[in-house]
């Protein structure tokens, strides 16, 4: 098969990945806020549970997704829908593999800003939501876009939860990185390899864009 005939899966994990970034942004951006402006008692376990899928196993990570998202999981049993095995567990999936990515790099940005610009827009009269859409989200911006881009790498390689919460089923679940482990079980190596030239090339373009945000934030 050439690179071309792979592009409904290359536009199905792109897809996914789009999905998942949009899934994390808001939660993760208010989450990143609070984390750089507030101080509170258990902050610290806070951070520790947000990092841990970070360091977690990924399989780990999926093992406790399933147990919690499953027909009789935690959550799951209170779901109208079935979610494990489709193609919303393989959003989910990468979103929790994701977020960490994104609040750390969104809360260095906040951090970033000086207090002071903010405090002066408030002596000036200026509400909190007027403070954070006119001061600190553009002066924040340029890490906020920094960890947009590494969350959506992040979900692009995603395979350890995925495999685990949405399974293997060609045409409804499999992304680049199920695949890929796909065709090497399978030992169609050829084929293999080119979707592993397709997923560094594009792994490589997104870090690439990583680091011109990264330079022009410096």
């Not at 403070?131 to 920094?146: C, D, E, H, K, R």
């Not at 495999?163 to 199920?178: D, F, Y």
């Not at 079980?185 to 997104?206: H, K, N």
Request: aromatic fraction near 12%.
């Amino acid at each position: 098969m050439t690179a071309w005939e792979y592009w409904p899966l290359v536009r199905f994990t792109l897809w996914i990945a789009t999905l998942s970034n949009a899934l994390v942004f808001v939660p993760g951006l208010m989450l990143a806020w609070v984390l750089a402006r507030c101080q509170w008692p258990g902050k610290t376990l806070v951070e520790t549970v947000v990092m841990l899928p970070l360091f977690m196993p990924p399989v780990a990570t999926g093992l406790l997704l399933l147990l919690l998202l499953g027909r009789h999981g935690w959550v799951g049993r209170w779901l109208p829908w079935r979610i494990i095995f489709t193609w919303q567990a393989v959003v989910v999936a990468c979103a929790v593999m994701s977020f960490p990515l994104f609040v750390r790099a969104a809360r260095t940005a906040f951090a970033e800003v000086d207090p002071r610009l903010e405090q002066i827009a408030r002596t000036l009269g200026a509400g909190e939501p007027r403070v954070f859409f006119t001061i600190t989200l553009p002066l924040a911006w340029a890490g906020i876009l920094s960890g947009v881009v590494l969350a959506f790498a992040r979900a692009l390689g995603e395979f350890g939860a995925t495999v685990i919460v949405a399974g293997m089923i060609p045409g409804k679940t499999v992304t680049l990185s199920l695949e890929i482990y796909r065709l090497i079980q399978l030992g169609r190596d050829e084929q293999a390899v080119v979707l592993l030239c397709i997923s560094t090339a594009i792994t490589f373009g997104l870090l690439w864009l990583y680091q011109l945000v990264a330079r022009a934030r410096r």
